[in-house]
C-alpha cells in the first residue's frame, strides 16, 4: 500500500474491463494506485496505459514484445520494469505488495495467475469466467485455503451479490433465497430466423446491440454460450444448485439479475449497462464510489421486457447446464470446445451454426473423470482442445 492507497493489478489491461478498470483507478488516484499491467501482445495500447498510471511492472507474452515494451518506455522516461510469460503474470498476481487482483485475461491462459491470486489472499476482482467453469472446486477452496476474498465483476453475478443477503455463503437455503434469476440480452440474434443463423458472419455476431465487448466473448453472447458459462459461474459464487438458477432473456440490459425470495420477493439490481459499475462497486465494497456512469433514466427506457430462452435457438445454453449436471472435468471439455469454435468461426473458418455442433461432439468424445487436481483440469483442457480443433477440419473439408 503507498501512503493509504490500495495496489492493483490488471490482469488483461488492455482488453475492456481492463480499460473500464484503470477509467475508476484514474476517477479516484486518492484510493488507487496500479502495481501491475498485463497485456497478451497489443504492446502499443499497454505502453499508453504505463505512461497513464506508472505500474511498477508491466507483462506480455513474449520476450520480443518485452524488450520492445522496455525500449519505449525507456525512451518515454517511464521506470516501469516489463516482464514476460506466465510465470510473470503469476508472479504479479501474488506479489506481497499486492492489494487486488482484476482477474480479466480471457481464456484457459488467465486461470494460473487468477489462482495465485487466491493463494496469497488477494481481493479478486473476478472477470475471467474459466477459473472457475474450468476448476471451479479447486479454485474455491484456494480461497478458502488463502483466505481471499472474491467479488464476482459480470454484471449478472455482481447483481445477484448485491441482491443477496448478508451470511448468505451458509448456504442459500438457510437465507430464504429460492431462486437466481440470470437476465440475458438475447444477443443480436435474438429474433433472426433460426435458418438464417448459418450466413452470420464475424461483423454480425460482434455487434452487440448493448454492451461493448472483445469479439470471443461477443460471439459467447451471440450464441447465449456466455449465459452457460455465467449459469455454472453461479453455480460455484452463489452455492445453488442447476435447478435454482434461471435464465431470463431481458432484451435492454437494465436489470442485470434478480434475486428470489421464499417470502414471494424479488430483488433486482438496475443501472445502464457499463462495466464500470460493477467494477466500481467491487473494488471500494463495502463502500460505494464514483463509477463515471451516467445516472439510470427509468423514463428515458420507458420498458422492460421478458422472456424465458429459445434452447433450439441457443443450444449451447443447454450444453452449459448438460456439464453442470455432470460435473468433473466436463466443464472445461466445455469451455476448451467452446474457445476452438469460436476462433475458427471468428478465422472464417466454421460456420456461426457449426459452433454448437463442435462443442457438442467434443463433449461426447471425452472421457469422464474427477477435476480432482489443476493438471487434470489443464489435461482436459488440452485434449478437449485437440478434439474440438480436429472436428473442425472435418466440418471445414
Not at 450466413?199 to 450464441?223: F, L, Q, Y
Not at 456466455?226 to 435492454?252: D, M, R, S
Request: charged content about 20%; glycine content about 8%.
Amino acid at each position: 500500500m503507498i501512503q493509504g492507497k490500495k495496489l492493483i493489478t490488471v490482469l488483461g489491461a488492455t482488453g475492456s474491463i481492463g480499460v473500464s478498470t484503470l477509467d475508476v483507478v484514474a476517477r479516484h488516484p486518492d484510493r488507487y494506485a496500479v502495481f501491475a499491467l498485463t497485456a497478451h501482445r497489443q504492446v502499443d495500447k499497454l505502453f499508453t496505459q504505463c505512461l497513464a498510471h506508472h505500474p511498477a511492472y508491466a507483462v506480455v507474452a513474449s520476450a520480443d514484445d518485452a524488450a520492445r515494451l522496455q525500449a519505449m518506455l525507456e525512451r518515454a522516461g517511464c521506470c516501469t520494469e516489463v516482464l514476460s510469460g506466465s510465470q510473470a503474470l503469476v508472479d504479479v498476481a501474488s506479489a506481497p505488495e499486492v492489494d487486488m487482483v482484476m482477474a480479466a485475461i480471457v481464456g484457459a491462459a488467465g486461470l494460473p495467475p487468477a489462482l495465485a491470486a487466491a493463494r496469497s489472499g488477494k481481493r479478486i476482482l473476478l472477470a475471467n469466467k474459466e477459473a472457475l467453469v474450468m476448476s471451479g472446486a479447486l479454485f474455491m477452496q484456494e480461497v478458502v485455503a488463502g483466505g481471499a476474498s472474491l467479488l464476482p465483476i459480470d454484471s449478472e453475478h455482481n447483481a445477484i451479490f448485491q441482491g443477496l443477503p448478508a451470511g448468505f455463503e451458509r448456504g442459500l437455503g438457510g437465507s430464504g433465497v429460492t431462486r437466481i434469476l440470470l437476465t440475458a440480452s438475447g444477443g443480436p440474434f435474438l429474433n433472426k430466423p433460426i435458418d438464417e443463423l448459418a450466413a452470420v458472419t464475424p461483423e454480425m455476431a460482434c455487434a452487440h446491440p448493448n454492451w461493448v465487448m472483445g469479439r470471443k466473448i461477443s460471439v459467447d453472447s451471440a450464441t447465449m454460450m456466455n449465459k452457460g458459462l455465467e449459469v455454472i459461474e453461479a453455480y460455484w459464487l452463489f452455492g445453488a444448485p442447476a435447478e435454482q438458477i434461471e435464465v431470463v432473456i431481458h432484451p435492454q440490459s437494465v436489470i442485470h439479475s434478480l434475486v428470489a425470495y421464499a417470502d414471494g420477493s424479488v430483488l433486482a439490481q438496475l443501472g445502464n449497462p457499463d462495466m464500470r459499475t460493477p467494477i466500481a462497486h467491487a473494488m471500494a465494497y463495502p463502500e460505494r464510489i464514483d463509477s463515471g456512469v451516467k445516472p439510470l433514466d427509468l423514463f428515458e427506457i420507458g420498458r422492460l421486457d421478458f422472456q424465458r430462452p429459445d434452447f433450439e435457438r441457443f443450444p449451447c445454453l443447454g450444453h452449459a447446464y448438460r456439464v453442470l449436471r455432470e460435473g468433473g472435468i466436463a466443464p472445461a471439455v466445455l469451455n476448451a470446445a467452446n474457445e476452438v469454435a469460436v476462433a475458427s468461426f471468428l478465422d472464417g473458418r466454421l460456420g456461426f451454426d457449426r459452433i454448437s455442433d463442435i462443442i457438442s461432439a467434443t463433449l461426447d468424445a471425452i472421457e469422464r473423470r474427477e477435476a480432482d487436481s489443476l493438471d487434470v483440469v489443464l489435461d482436459a483442457d488440452r485434449r478437449a482442445r485437440e478434439c474440438a480443433s480436429g472436428f473442425v477440419e472435418r466440418a471445414s473439408r
